[in-house]
């Protein structure tokens, strides 16, 4: 694969393609003013990214679709040269729900489709206008959920024309078999977003979408903002890895970067979120530069094989994800 800034995107098992490095755009909720994610969008757009991650659920949607846009209009992109992906959230599962929930999204976004759409976890939370019910006691309030029938209903959404390809996000192989498995699968899931970075760099899930032609997207590619609320913070920070950052001196090139172009190397797409101008900048500059097959191996090696996201809170769950092996 000859990945360069102009030219980097990756075919999906339904035809169409994804660009190997998107921008995140989740924010913890009050830690940053209004309008940086639009600022951040444009700015990407402008340094050569064409992908963007992004959610009903970060509730900067509208901002991501004001930037795309803006671009478009400025004649700098055409829509089709923006893939945007969004997420279907817990509380959103119920068949009936999936279309107005994607159309409610294409609403903020004011765009006519989206490029990916995915179910945001494998958890069903009980629906209702709260992203995070919970009862008087609070106690989580979990909804049971047939995700083949909330496959079918996004099959029908692609199939109206609303959204280019379907995926998944935090599925184990378990959960992914059963939408394999599912009799009379119309569309199969392109992809899976998963948080995956030196270390976790998720050996087994890799080789078993590898098998099956769908692409790991990986979430939290530089370790997350380490935000104590929803973080595994007794895993050391990834980017002041000493192996990292003395890879990253040879190239002359940081730990971040480094940690990037690993995954992008092995066929792995990344989302890392910034909405700091150099960094965005940074983020993208790892198309000049080839880690030795030694690199890879020295790199994979310091895999902990711990998560940074466990979403420990509901890991009383009946779907929760992450007691299987993998
Ligand atoms: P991340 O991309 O691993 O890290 C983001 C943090 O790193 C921010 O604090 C950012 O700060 C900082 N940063 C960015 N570039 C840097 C660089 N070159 N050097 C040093 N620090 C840098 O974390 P993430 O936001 O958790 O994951 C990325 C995206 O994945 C999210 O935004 C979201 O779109 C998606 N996501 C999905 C799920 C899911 O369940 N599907 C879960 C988590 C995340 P600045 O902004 O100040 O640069």
Excluded at 16 to 31: A, Q, R
Excluded at 287 to 302: C, G, Q, R, S, V
Aim: proline share 6%; glycine share 6%.
């Amino acid at each position: 694969m000859n990945l360069t800034a102009t030219s980097h995107k990756v075919p999906l098992n339904d035809g169409n393609s994804i660009p190997i490095i998107g921008l995140g755009t989740y924010l913890d909720p009050g830690t940053e003013s209004q309008n940086t994610c639009l600022e951040a969008v444009k700015m990407a757009i402008d340094m050569g990214y064409r992908h963007i991650d992004g959610a009903y659920l970060y509730r900067n949607e509208h901002e991501v679709g004001l930037a795309i846009r803006e671009k478009i209009a400025e004649g700098k992109v055409k829509r089709e040269d923006i893939f945007y992906c969004g997420k279907l959230w817990a509380t959103c599962f119920d068949p009936e729900m999936v279309r107005p929930t994607l159309e409610r999204t294409l609403q903020e976004l004011q765009l006519d489709y989206v490029d990916l759409y995915i179910i945001e976890m494998p958890m069903g939370l009980r629906p209702g206008n709260e992203f995070y019910p919970r009862d008087k006691n609070g106690k989580w309030l979990y909804h049971k959920t047939d995700f083949c029938a909330t496959w079918e209903a996004l099959e029908a959404c692609k199939d109206a024309g609303l959204v280019k390809s379907l995926g998944v996000s935090n599925f184990n192989r378990r959960q992914l078999e059963l939408i394999l498995d599912k009799p009379g699968l119309k569309h199969k899931p392109v992809s899976n977003q998963v948080e995956c970075h030196p270390y976790f760099t998720q050996p087994k899930l890799l080789k078993f979408c590898q098998q099956h032609d769908i692409v790991i997207v990986a979430h939290s590619p530089l370790g997350t903002a380490r935000n104590p609320n929803w973080v595994n913070i007794s895993v050391p920070p990834l980017l002041e890895d000493a192996f990292l950052n003395s890879v990253a001196k040879k190239y002359n090139k940081t730990a971040a970067q480094i940690a990037l172009r690993f995954n992008i190397q092995r066929g792995v797409i990344v989302i890392p979120k910034s909405f700091n101008p150099q960094r965005i900048k940074e983020n993208f500059q790892i198309f000049d530069f080839a880690l030795t097959e030694e690199e890879m191996t020295n790199i994979e090696a310091l895999n902990k094989n711990i998560r940074l996201v466990e979403l420990l809170m509901w890991s009383d769950h009946p779907d929760y994800p992450f007691s299987d092996e993998y």
